[in-house]
């Protein structure tokens, strides 16, 4: 189940939504660009071409890796367990005292605005399961920094 990727209903629409646009008049936009970078001539010395052609195999990544998302996801409104979970938004307080916000869950859920903190990273994995009050610790490349679990709210998105 660790391929199975958390989405908000509404990063699950907003993903269906890129998937049918590129699919649709994105592909024909792409096939269209080839079609005039075609007959611009040799395609050996065609730059154009080489580009548009670099753009649709970009653009055919993106749709596999968007399939893949939208087969293995689960989309569900974030549940009030009291610990921080996928679909929280935690309150933090740092060394210094400092209060930031992180939203926890995969980069497909990023809200303009908000702090992401994947599962799997190293914020993200330490604060999963913490209650208000527990302090967590995450090494990262600066050195181990701690933060406080101050407060656990829903994602209401």
Known sequence: ??????????????LREELEYLTTDGRR??????????????????????TAKNDQGLMEARIRQ???????SEVREAEDSGRVEVGTITTVVDDDGDEMDYFIASAENKVPGMILASPTSP??????GAVPGDEVAYK???GTFKLTVKNIRLYEG
């Open 1 to 14: 189940m660790s391929d199975t990727t958390w989405l908000t209903p509404a990063a699950d629409a907003k």
């Open 29 to 50: 936009a792409i096939e269209k660009r080839i079609a005039e970078a075609r007959d611009h001539g040799d395609l050996r010395e065609n730059a154009e071409y080489d």
């Open 66 to 72: 968007i399939k893949h998302i939208v087969e293995n």
């Open 123 to 128: 914020v993200g994995s330490a604060l999963l």
């Open 140 to 142: 990262a490349p600066g």
